[in-house]
């Protein structure tokens, strides 16, 4: 599982998702932009996570987060998500280099 760089901040975070607020997306191929990496945190249930070595590939990995436990997706790599159980919780992370665009864009978005 690839690791955040240490000089990469949190930027922005998602709500807690749910099966009954999970965007489409989430469930469906998509990937995160160039620069940024996706850690997400299960807070209860589990999640499979399906990762792809290019949009149209086989999977290349499966991982199943339980509860408590994390994993990361790291910048434009393909992937997608799958409930496991019916109490099925989580968030996603969102972590740039603290001197990039990405984290100054957001900052100036956010009330501190």
Known sequence: MPVIP?????YKSTPVFTSDNIPKMFLHLHNTRA???GQIN???GELKFYGFAERRGAIEQEIIIKQGELAVSPPEYWH???????DTSF???FYAQQDS???AENHS???D
Do not use: A, P, Q, W
């Open 35 to 37: 620069g940024v990496y």
């Open 109 to 111: 978005e956010r009330n």
């Open 91 to 93: 968030r996603v992370d």
């Open 6 to 10: 240490t000089d990469f901040v949190n």
């Open 42 to 44: 299960v807070l209860s």
């Open 101 to 103: 665009d990405i984290v």
């Open 80 to 86: 997608k998500v799958e409930f496991m159980t019916d």
